[in-house]
Structures are given as C-alpha cells and as structure tokens.
Nanobody, 119 residues
Framework: QVQLVESGGGLVQTGGSLRLSCVAS????????MGWFRQAPGKEREFVAQ????????NYADSVKGRFTISRDNAKNSVFLQMNSLKPEDTAVYYC????????????WGQGTQVTVSS
C-alpha cells in the first residue's frame, strides 16, 4: 500500500497559477502510475491528468490541456500538478491517486487539497 498526501492548494484569482504536490510513503512509488482527479461541489469526481511510472506519456482531460502539466520525481516519491491560466471552473478539491498495474485501478487516494479560483 501507499499513503498519499497532497499540498499546495489555495485561493487564486482567475488567470493565476498554483502548483500541487503529492508525496507518497514507502519505497514502491515508482511501481505506480499516478493521477490527479478533482471534485467540484455537486459534481462527481473527474479525471484531470495521469503519468506513467517512468514519467512518460502524460495524459490530460480536454478541459485542462495546454494549461496543466503533470510531472513526477521518483527519487522524492512525489508527483506534481502545475496549473496555469486557472479558471473558476477549476475550483474543486484535487486528489492525488496511485494506479496499481495488477488491477489497472486507482487503488490509493490522498485526502485532497482545496483549489479555489475567484473571478
């Protein structure tokens, strides 16, 4: 298992930037593809971005392409989400998640960090 802790959320104006961090416990971090999800009030959780174990081939939701960048540093057991040109529609709780290759599912989740974008 892996424990995930997000940080970096906060309040930002439209057009601003934030960088979210997720730090994982244990020494098996590199075994997991990682993803970022978000959940806005009254909505279901949605996919934002994911990255392979090696850090290659990132994938993004259409709504954030060109604005968000996912990256990872396996030596630091960390994954990041750089968010630029933020919009009020980006307001949500952002969750870090780890995908287990054996199951193909995001089995581990952090507690989330709040991102609020004011207009």
């Amino acid at each position: 298992q892996v424990q995930l802790v997000e940080s970096g959320g906060g309040l930002v104006q439209t057009g601003g930037s934030l960088r979210l961090s997720c730090v994982a416990s244990g020494r098996t971090f590199s075994s997991y593809a990682m993803g970022w999800f978000r959940q806005a009030p009254g909505k279901e959780r949605e996919f934002v971005a994911q990255i392979r174990e090696s850090g290659g081939n990132p994938n993004y939701a259409d709504s954030v392409k060109g604005r968000f960048t996912i990256s990872r540093d396996n030596a630091k057991n960390s994954v990041f989400l750089q968010m630029n040109s933020l919009k009020p529609e980006d307001t949500a709780v952002y969750y870090c998640a780890a995908l287990t290759p054996a199951s193909g599912e995001f089995d581990y989740w952090g507690q989330g960090t709040q991102v609020t974008v004011s207009s």
